[in-house]
C-alpha cells in the first residue's frame, strides 16, 4: 500500500481516500478485479462494466479476475465473461479454489484423497495439484475442502464435512465471505456453509480466499503484477486483502458495500481509492484536502464533524466527492478506529 498524505493520524491508518492525476489504468500494470458484485451481479454485467474493462485493456492495462466464488472453474468464469463482451482466456481468472487446492497440496502426499463439499471448480483446481476428490469421509480422504456449492447444493453434504472432521480430518476452506450478491438480492454465500461445519464439530477450518495471504500468493504467482491494483466491492475480503498484501485498491460501490459502511471502516477496511463503479478506473481520481476549520474538502463539498456526535456535509456537487470528503472526516476522527458519529443525514443527501 503506498505511503502518502492518505496515511497518518494513529499509525499507519489511512485518513483520507486519494487522489491520482493519472487515469488508475495508465498508473497501474494490472487490475486485480473481484467477479461478484463488481463485474457482474447473478450473471449479468454491471452497468459501465462491459465498457469500462474494454477501454482499460485497450490502453494496455492487463485485466486479472480474483474471486473467492470456488463454484466454477477458470474456463467456466472466461467463457461467461467472454459472453458478456470481455474477451477473456482461463488463465486471466484465479480463483480462491486454486488457492486452497495450493494450500492443502503443500501439506498432503501427492496423490491423496480430499473430500470435496462444493463445485466443479474445486474438483477442477485439486486435480490439478495431482489431488484426488471425493465424496464420502468413509473413502478415507486425508482432507476436506468445502468451496460454494451454489444454491442447490444439498445439506447432506455439510453432514459429510461434518464426520470427516470430527474424526480428525484436517479442515479447508476456499473462503469465509457470509454472502454472495445474486440478480435477485443479497444470499448466503461459503461463510455461511462453513459455520455449518464449525458449529457440528467445534473445529477451524485454514482458508485460503481473500484476505488471506495464500489468495494473494496465488494472484501473484499466476498473473506476474508489479503495480497491481485491487478492484472489489467488499471491505473485508478485496481492501483488506489488498491491505494484507500491500497493495493500492479502489472500491466500487456496485456490490454488497454501501456509504455507511465506508465511512465506518476501520483502517484495514479503508481503500485506496473510491468510486461509483468501473468507470473509476479509466479516470484520474480527485484529491481530498484538508481546510481551515479542521474540515475536508472534495469537488464541491465540505464535510466536518460538528458538535453532538455528527458528520456535516455542505456545498453540492458530485456524489462520490461527498462521500470522499466524509471519509476523511470521518477516518481521520477515528484514526485507528472506528468511527461512530452519525453520518445519516449527510449520506442521504448524497443518495449513498
Known amino acids: ?26 498508473a497501474y500494470d494490472t487490475a486485480l478485479l473481484d467477479l461478484d ?29 480474483v474471486t473467492n466464488n470456488a463454484l466454477r472453474t477458470p474456463d467456466a468464469v472466461a467463457e461467461h465473461l467472454s459472453e458478456l463482451g470481455i474477451a477473456t482466456d482461463a488463465s486471466d481468472v484465479i480463483t480462491s479454489a486454486q488457492a486452497v487446492a495450493r494450500l492443502v497440496s503443500e501439506q498432503v502426499p501427492e496423490g491423496a484423497r480430499v473430500l470435496v463439499i462444493g463445485g466443479e471448480g474445486l474438483r477442477v483446481a485439486l486435480r490439478e495439484r495431482g489431488l ?57 454465500g461459503n461463510g455461511a456453509a462453513v459455520e455449518v461445519v464449525r458449529i457440528a464439530t467445534g473445529a477451524e477450518p485454514q482458508v485460503a480466499g481473500k484476505p488471506l495471504p495464500p489468495m494473494h500468493r496465488e494472484t501473484i504467482l499466476r498473473t506476474g503484477a508489479e503495480r497491481p491494483l485491487v478492484v472489489g ?18 472500491l466500487v ?8 459502511q465506508l465511512v465506518a471502516a476501520r483502517p484495514e477496511h479503508r481503500p485506496t481509492y473510491v468510486d461509483a463503479d468501473l468507470r473509476g478506473m479509466l479516470t484520474g481520481q480527485p484529491e481530498v484536502a484538508q481546510v481551515d476549520g479542521g474540515g475536508f474538502a472534495c469537488g464541491g463539498w465540505t464535510a466536518a464533524v460538528r458538535g453532538g456526535g455528527e458528520l456535516a456535509l455542505d456545498g453540492e456537487g458530485e456524489a462520490m466527492d461527498g462521500l470522499r470528503a466524509l471519509c476523511a472526516a470521518a477516518w481521520t476522527e477515528a484514526g485507528d478506529g472506528v468511527c461512530e458519529l452519525d453520518a445519516s443525514k449527510a449520506l442521504a443527501r448524497l443518495g449513498v
Not at 444439498?154 to 476456499?174: D, K, L, M, N, T
Not at 466491492?233 to 479502489?250: K, N, P
Request: charged share 20%; hydrophobic share 35%.
Open 1 to 26: 500500500m503506498s505511503q502518502t498524505a492518505g496515511q497518518g493520524g494513529g499509525g499507519n491508518a489511512r485518513t483520507r481516500p486519494e487522489g491520482s492525476s493519472r487515469a488508475l489504468s495508465e
Open 37 to 65: 458484485g463488481v463485474v457482474y451481479a447473478g450473471g449479468h454485467a454491471i452497468a459501465y462494466a462491459v465498457e469500462s474493462l474494454g477501454t482499460a485493456r485497450e490502453g494496455g492495462m492487463h485485466l486479472a479476475y
Open 132 to 188: 484426488e476428490p471425493v465424496e464420502s469421509a468413509d473413502d478415507d480422504p486425508v482432507a476436506v475442502v468445502q468451496g460454494y456449492g451454489g444454491p442447490d447444493l444439498a445439506w447432506g453434504r455439510f453432514a459429510e464435512a461434518s464426520y470427516a472432521v470430527a474424526r480428525g480430518v484436517p479442515w479447508f476452506a476456499s473462503n469465509t465471505d457470509l454472502t454472495i450478491p445474486s440478480a435477485r438480492g443479497i444470499a448466503p
Open 233 to 250: 466491492d467488499r471491505l473485508d475480503t478485496d481492501i483488506e486483502g489488498a491491505f494484507r498484501g500491500e497493495v493500492d485498491s479502489l
Open 253 to 260: 460501490l456496485t456490490g454488497v458495500t454501501d456509504g455507511a
